[in-house]
């Protein structure tokens, strides 16, 4: 049965850090496409990062590029979201996605109907 779990979300104030980590069980990670979405309240999901476990390509959204790293392990079938200079409009539940299909294109940010398997969520809150 394919899982994953995310976890290290939390309370933290505003310009701080947190790390996010998405751990995969029943399947490998050797050439899937891993996604972060997030959904704060009465907003739509939207993609925020993704990365290639084949080959490492990253994609960021504007909105936390420059602050936030998308990072895979393979070896710990986890993949980790550094998130810096956080800021209260981060405030969100963080989900991470997997999908074996998809791949990932510079510039081409992810989307939920490409991703088949995910996580329960994680959240994210940003005090200002």
């Known amino acids: 049965e394919v899982q994953l779990v995310e976890s290290g979300g939390g309370l933290v104030q505003a310009g701080g850090s947190l790390r996010l980590s998405c751990s995969a069980s029943?399947?490998?990670?050797?050439?899937?496409?891993i996604g972060w979405f997030r959904q704060a309240p009465g907003k739509e999901r939207e993609g925020v990062s993704c990365i290639s476990s084949s080959d490492g390509r990253t994609y960021y959204a504007d909105s936390v590029k420059g602050r936030f790293t998308i990072s895979s392990d393979n070896a710990k079938n986890t993949v980790y979201l550094q998130m810096n200079s956080l800021k209260p409009e981060d405030t969100a539940v963080y989900y991470c996605?997997?999908?074996?299909?998809?791949?990932?294109?510079?510039?081409?940010?992810?989307?939920?109907?490409?991703?088949?398997?995910w996580g329960q969520g994680t959240q994210v809150t940003v005090s200002s």
């Open positions: 996605a997997a999908d074996p299909l998809t791949k990932v294109v510079a510039g081409r940010p992810p989307y939920e109907y490409e991703y088949d398997y």
């Open positions: 029943g399947f490998t990670f050797d050439d899937y496409a």
